[in-house]
């Protein structure tokens, strides 16, 4: 089977699989969130720390929960790493600097898992298990319980409660998160993934030297990073380490736990909704942008210019043998695409389109199918503004869901939408006016500056994955870089339970002959074109200095 067969067969395998689950398990979902019925484990928990599950929120108050619980998630884990040398199986490593358990903290907290270090030489084991695998199933939860909120701000009407905060919560990471995590853990381990408690191992290499080779609880911790679209590895060279992600059939297994919530939840939010038409209508649109992504980063590194690519048949340039270069561009796309930022291939090694190509996947807002939750909710408000812009169209009063979208609506839509753009243009042009910053630079040109807007980009949107010729392990890059992690999560959390609390207190609008169908093609092709013009119009500029100028050249 030629390489480029073998390519076609994955990616094909891996939609076929995705459209198997979609049904099944979005049902086992809706289910599960809705149910009136508390588990054991879960009432000891409401007890343990004095909730009523009987007790719903108004969106404040639930935002209130969703920020109060990250910002002891945030100050626990900078405790942790300050004084892991104290701590069991701590390795004999040395506490964590101050501005990188910063950055840590909050990176692993909002979903992001940026790594401005090598987890193992920096962290000990009980500070990678119960620190920064317990926040990715934690973060992942919270990102799945705001998108429930807004559907539940879509379903219910006359009413200022979206829920219990802390109930979604411990739902998700209960009866979601936690069994799907301990089958996959499995499947890991049996595809040679590593799972101990070892401090190391010394073995000699081929050329006579002795090195260690650190081991750990590595498949559980790659596992919730995977199905939580977290991203962040146990060693530095993350999804290519071969105890990370071990052979072909563990990638692909890797890459369908990335997909498979995100690409499920839209039929979540159909079922709530009452019409599961929605809920096809959402997927199909994640769909089209997603097969768009990973047919044209294929097409630019299997097929690229240059005459050393061209003389070897693709781009191989930091491409890891065992995967070749379509798993790898099939996994850069995926995990761009999503909020996960897991890697395996170095992106910085990639054609300057081709990196490119994973920018845009992030600044579309990572919403085709996106982060577990947070696609969801970003794609609503997509789907807001399109209704709202077809509205203004054909002169009358956008309706989205019997729902009409108003000033207050489209006021939190277009914060939400504005909030991450902001970040990142403003952050790079900070950095690249530092000459601090400037000097953790190790390119010039266009693709230094495609290196500097890849990590506003990723840590803005909550993705985690960098473009390797930054060194970003600086005071500078760690705080900045932290603050755009924090300010891209939690703003954007507000907007969205704004938004819903404000669709729930309405009355449903009848449907009449003029109401857009937003379970149709037309609407699934127009919100396809706003999402793709709204980034256009907004990136183009520092596109067109960084990867699109270095791709003229």
Request: aromatic share 10%; glycine share 12%; with cysteine.
């Amino acid at each position: 089977m030629s390489p480029t067969t073998a390519g076609v067969v994955f990616i094909v395998s891996l939609v076929l699989a995705l459209v198997v689950v979609y049904r099944p398990f979005g049902d086992y979902m809706f289910k599960a969130i809705t149910s009136s019925r508390h588990l054991g484990v879960e009432r000891v928990f409401f007890r343990a720390v004095g909730v009523n599950p009987g007790g719903e929120q108004s969106w404040g108050v639930y935002a209130r929960s969703v920020l109060a619980f990250s910002a002891i998630s945030i100050l626990f884990l900078y405790l942790f790493q300050r004084v892991q040398q104290h701590l069991w199986l701590s390795l004999g490593m040395r506490p964590v600097a101050p501005d990188q358990a910063w950055n840590t903290a909050v990176s692993f907290v909002t979903n992001t898992n940026w790594q401005s270090y090598s987890g193992e030489s920096t962290m000990g084991h009980l500070v990678q298990m119960a620190g920064l695998a317990v926040q990715n199933f934690a973060s992942a939860a919270v990102g799945i319980s705001v998108a429930v909120a807004l559907v539940r701000g879509f379903a219910r009407s006359k009413t200022d409660r979206l829920g219990n905060f802390w109930v979604d919560l411990v739902r998700v990471c209960v009866r979601i998160l936690l069994p799907v995590a301990v089958v996959g853990a499995v499947l890991l381990i049996a595809g040679g993934a590593v799972q101990n408690l070892s401090s190391g191992t010394d073995v000699v290499t081929l050329g006579g030297g002795s090195q260690a080779i650190t081991g750990g609880p590595v498949a559980s911790q790659e596992v919730i990073k995977e199905l939580g679209t977290n991203g962040g590895g146990f060693y530095n060279a993350n999804s290519a380490h071969p105890f990370e992600n071990p052979t072909s059939w563990t990638n692909w297994i890797e890459l369908f736990l990335i997909l498979f919530i995100p690409f499920t939840l839209p039929r979540v939010f159909g079922r709530m909704v009452g019409d599961k038409r929605q809920g096809l209508a959402i997927a199909g649109i994640m769909a089209i942008i997603a097969v768009a992504s990973v047919v044209a980063i294929n097409a630019l590194q299997v097929n690229p210019g240059g005459t050393v690519p061209a003389a070897v048949g693709a781009a191989t340039e930091g491409t890891e043998a065992r995967f070749g270069v379509s798993q790898s561009a099939t996994f850069g796309a995926v995990t761009t695409l999503t909020s996960t930022g897991a890697v395996n291939s170095f992106h910085d090694s990639y054609t300057a389109l081709g990196g490119m190509i994973t920018m845009l996947n992030m600044m579309l807002g990572e919403v085709a199918p996106g982060g577990v939750g947070s696609g969801l909710y970003g794609m609503l408000i997509l789907a807001v503004i399109t209704v709202f812009v077809a509205g203004l169209m054909v002169g009358r009063t956008p309706e989205y869901l019997g729902k009409k979208i108003g000033s207050r609506e489209i006021k939190f839509a277009s914060l939400y939408l504005l909030t991450t753009p902001a970040l990142v243009l403003v952050g790079t042009a900070v950095a690249m006016g530092s000459a601090t910053a400037r000097s953790s630079m190790l390119n010039t040109g266009a693709h230094g500056l495609s290196e500097v807007l890849y990590a506003f980009t990723s840590a803005s949107n909550n993705n985690g994955s960098a473009f390797a010729g930054l060194s970003a392990d600086t005071p500078f890059y760690n705080i900045a870089l932290g603050l755009c992690m924090l300010f891209g999560r939690f703003l954007p959390i507000i907007f969205v339970l704004g938004l819903a609390g404000s669709l729930a207190r309405q009355q449903p609008v009848p449907e009449s002959t003029g109401t857009l169908k937003t379970y149709q093609p037309l609407f699934v092709g127009m919100v396809v074109g706003v999402t793709i013009i709204v980034v256009a119009l907004t990136y183009l500029p520092a596109l067109a200095l960084g990867p699109l100028a270095e791709g003229i050249q």
